[in-house]
C-alpha cells in the first residue's frame, strides 16, 4: 500500500464571529471587559475532530450540504488556511483548482495572464513557454489570446484558468466544483483531464455536488455532515447513504411546508 500523502489527524477549525453591538457602543464602552470576554468566547466551528489519509495515487470525493465544511478542508490542505486544532502532514507538490481565473490581471491579455499564473504557481518563465500553446489550444478561446482577459466573459475565463492549471503537472490536486465550466465539450475534456491525471498516479482531492462525477472520478468518499465526519468509505455506498438522507430531508421539509 502506498504512503499517504494527506494526513487530516484530529482537525478543528473555528473562526470569531463578530456580533453588532445590541446596546450600542456606550453600553459597550461601560461594560468593557465583559463584552470583550464575550467576543472572545463567540466563535463558529467549521470543522469538528476530522481525521482522515489520502494514499498517493488515490482519488478521495468529499461530500456533504452547503456550509459542512468541505471548501475549509480543502483550504486547510491547501496550506491557505490554518488548524484551530490538529496537525496536518501533506506530501507532494500541491495545485489547487478552487477559483478558476481568480489570480486573472483584467488588463493583461489572456497571454500575458497564461505566463503570470504560471511563474505564480512556481514554473519558471521557459517553462511556461514550453507549455504555452499546448494550454492555448486546450482553451478553445485561441483567437482571443492577445485581448486583455476583462474582454472575457465568465465562461472563457474559467476555461482559461483551468487550461492553466491542468498542464502544470502536480503531484496532489484539489479541485472544489470545477467540472461544471463552460460548454458540454469543454465539461468533457476537463473530465477526461481529471481522468488522465488519475490514471498518472496524481492524488486527488474532489469536492463536488455531483454525485455522477463523484463516482465516476473517486476511489473512496468522505462525507462531512454538521461540520464533522459522518461517514466515509466505499464511494457508492457512501454516495447512497448520502442521497437517502438527502431525499429525507427533503421529504421533512416538504411536510413542514405544508402542514
Known amino acids: 500500500m502506498s504512503e499517504p500523502a494527506v494526513i487530516f489527524d484530529n482537525i478543528s477549525k473555528s473562526y470569531p464571529m463578530y456580533h453588532h453591538f445590541t446596546g450600542g457602543?456606550?453600553?459597550?464602552?461601560?461594560?468593557?471587559?465583559?463584552?470583550?470576554?464575550?467576543?472572545?468566547?463567540?466563535r463558529y466551528e467549521a470543522l469538528r475532530d476530522i481525521s482522515f489519509e489520502v494514499r498517493k495515487g488515490e482519488a478521495?470525493?468529499?461530500?456533504?450540504?452547503?456550509?459542512?465544511g468541505?471548501?475549509?478542508?480543502?483550504?486547510?490542505?491547501?496550506g491557505v488556511l490554518k488548524p484551530t486544532k490538529g496537525s496536518i502532514v501533506?506530501?507532494?507538490?500541491?495545485?489547487?483548482?478552487?477559483?478558476?481565473?481568480?489570480?486573472?490581471?483584467?488588463?493583461?491579455?489572456?497571454?500575458?495572464?497564461?505566463?503570470?499564473?504560471?511563474?505564480?504557481?512556481?514554473?519558471?518563465?521557459?517553462?511556461?513557454?514550453?507549455?504555452?500553446?499546448?494550454?492555448?489550444?486546450?482553451?478553445?478561446?485561441?483567437?482571443?489570446m492577445d485581448?486583455?482577459?476583462?474582454?472575457?466573459?465568465?465562461?472563457?475565463?474559467a476555461r482559461l484558468g483551468f487550461s492553466v492549471i491542468a498542464h502544470l503537472d502536480p503531484e496532489i490536486l484539489l479541485i472544489d466544483e470545477i467540472l461544471a465550466v463552460g460548454d458540454l465539450e469543454f465539461q468533457q475534456k476537463c473530465i477526461e483531464k481529471?481522468?488522465?491525471?488519475?490514471?498518472?498516479d496524481v492524488t486527488i482531492v474532489?469536492?463536488?455536488?455531483?454525485m455522477g462525477a463523484v463516482e465516476m472520478l473517486c476511489d473512496r468518499v468522505v462525507w462531512i455532515d454538521d461540520n464533522a465526519i459522518r461517514m466515509s468509505g466505499n464511494t457508492k455506498?457512501?454516495?447512497?447513504?448520502?442521497?437517502?438522507?438527502?431525499r429525507n430531508a427533503e421529504l421533512l421539509r416538504y411536510v413542514k411546508g405544508n402542514l
Not at 147 to 157: F, K, N, V
Open 25 to 42: 457602543i456606550k453600553n459597550f464602552l461601560f461594560h468593557l471587559p465583559k463584552a470583550l470576554k464575550s467576543l472572545r468566547g463567540s
Open 237 to 246: 455506498e457512501v454516495v447512497k447513504e448520502f442521497e437517502k438522507a438527502e
Open 194 to 200: 481529471m481522468m488522465d491525471f488519475k490514471r498518472n
Open 90 to 144: 501533506v506530501r507532494g507538490r500541491t495545485l489547487p483548482l478552487l477559483e478558476l481565473g481568480g489570480g486573472f490581471h483584467p488588463e493583461l491579455t489572456g497571454r500575458e495572464n497564461i505566463m503570470l499564473n504560471g511563474v505564480l504557481l512556481g514554473l519558471l518563465r521557459a517553462e511556461v513557454r514550453k507549455k504555452m500553446d499546448e494550454i492555448i489550444e486546450f482553451s478553445g478561446i485561441s483567437e482571443f
Open 147 to 157: 485581448q486583455p482577459i476583462r474582454t472575457y466573459s465568465s465562461g472563457m475565463l
Open 60 to 68: 478521495l470525493g468529499i461530500i456533504g450540504k452547503n456550509g459542512a
Open 206 to 210: 474532489f469536492v463536488s455536488h455531483s
Open 70 to 78: 468541505k471548501s475549509t478542508t480543502l483550504g486547510l490542505i491547501a
